[in-house]
């Protein structure tokens, strides 16, 4: 299947790049949430969270977190939301791992909150345990 963001790391097709490193690259979302919307993207394919290494992982948030500093301050952005769908059931479209960094402006309405679901106090206890169970 065609890999865009590979496509974007190897030049092939262009983007806004914002700041690149031996590990990853961050470029301007082709169609934003917010003006400043940036991808995190690993140089190394993996899908997502799932199957990714951590410590990638772990530098594409704190590369996340300089480009939310950069949006704060040279943008004016009073907030953003970092966000990563995971799976086709998690909403994620493009196959190779990716952190979105969307600024947030006051009132600006932008993205929502996600709906609740009803959960009991027996489910509450027994996907507890399920979760607590394998965390070791
Ligand atoms: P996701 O739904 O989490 O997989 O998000 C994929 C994101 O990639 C979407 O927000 C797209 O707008 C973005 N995208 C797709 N192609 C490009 C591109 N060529 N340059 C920049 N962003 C892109």
Do not use: W
């Amino acid at each position: 299947m065609e890999n865009i963001f590979l496509k974007i790391i190897n030049r092939e097709i262009p983007a806004h790049i914002i700041y690149e490193d031996d590990l990853v690259i961050a470029f301007l979302d082709i169609m934003p949430v917010n003006k400043g919307h940036t991808l995190v993207v690993p140089k190394k394919h993996f899908v997502n969270i799932l199957d990714g290494d951590p410590d990638i992982l772990a530098h594409m948030m704190k590369i996340s977190q300089k480009i939310a500093q950069a949006q704060v301050k040279e943008l004016g952005a009073d907030g953003f939301n970092l966000i990563v769908n995971n799976g086709v059931a998690g909403g994620q479209e493009v196959m190779h791992s990716h952190f979105h960094v969307v600024p947030r402006f006051a009132g600006d309405n932008s993205y929502q909150k996600p709906s609740h679901v009803e959960c009991n106090k027996e489910e509450f206890e027994e996907i507890k345990e399920k979760l607590a169970g394998v965390m070791s």
